[in-house]
């Protein structure tokens, strides 16, 4: 069990271009979550899936955002173009869907919007 | 809503001098309440999940308690290696796929 992983770990990319980050969440766990997180502040969350299907989506999610699941394993998170509000770090997490409630988060992704 | 407000903001410890973080809480209905730690740059590192008043959970140096208000998280003599970033997040039973709320952190700094 390697743990979650993410990538790229940083991307800097101007104002109107589109980026799209990828996660592999820990084998077996049917849930993944996406959580923004700006400095100083504790993790937002974005959007849930619950293997392939998307159950959840926040408010902060804008029309900008889309976030797939395909094959109910690995996760893409893609901001279209992209604005420097968006410049935050991109935390991904999964849980099995029995057991405990606890979530295990990746490294995350650093996006630096110019 | 749910909403999570944790104090102090920083704290500045000597190494062994003994302290607690607070988080309090107001949630619809409380399925657990998550501590994690995280280091600059690092994602955050799950430590300890608390389910009802009155429940305690040890780790190392770390000791969680929970009341139906709020949790404190106490650092027994610390180490300059618990030095990291503290975060409480809670989690509602009316939230659909357990998603976690969090608070905004306290940053602890151990000095040697």
């Known amino acids: 069990d390697t743990g979650v992983s993410q990538d790229p770990r940083h991307k800097i990319t101007k104002r109107g271009q589109n980026v799209t980050f990828r996660c592999d969440p820990i084998s077996e766990h049917n849930r993944l979550y996406w959580y923004r997180q700006t400095l100083g502040q504790g993790p937002e969350f974005l959007t849930y899936f619950q293997n392939e299907a998307q159950l959840e989506k926040s408010r902060l999610l804008s029309d900008r955002f889309s976030a797939e699941r395909p094959k109910g394993s690995f996760s893409t998170l893609e901001i279209q173009r992209t604005e420097q509000g968006d410049s935050a770090m991109y935390l991904c997490?999964?849980?099995?869907?029995?057991?405990?409630?606890?979530?295990?988060f990746g490294p995350g992704t650093r996006l630096t919007v110019t | 809503e749910d909403q999570v407000t944790q104090s102090p903001e920083a704290l500045r410890l000597q190494e062994g001098e003994s302290s607690s973080l607070n988080c309090s809480y107001t949630?619809?209905?409380?399925?657990?309440l998550f501590w994690y730690r995280q280091d600059p740059g690092k994602g955050p590192e799950f430590l300890f999940t608390l389910y009802s008043a009155g429940e305690e959970k040890e780790k190392e140096r770390l000791k969680a308690t929970l009341t139906k208000k709020e949790s404190f998280l106490h650092i027994t003599a610390p180490k300059p290696e618990d030095s990291a970033t503290y975060l409480c997040?809670?989690?509602?039973?009316?939230?659909?796929?357990?998603?976690?709320?969090f608070g905004g952190g306290t940053r602890v700094l151990v000095k040697p």
């Open positions: 997490a999964s849980s099995p869907l029995t057991s405990g409630h606890e979530q295990y």
């Open positions: 997040a809670v989690q509602s039973i009316k939230a659909a796929g357990n998603k976690l709320t």
């Open positions: 949630v619809s209905g409380l399925r657990g």
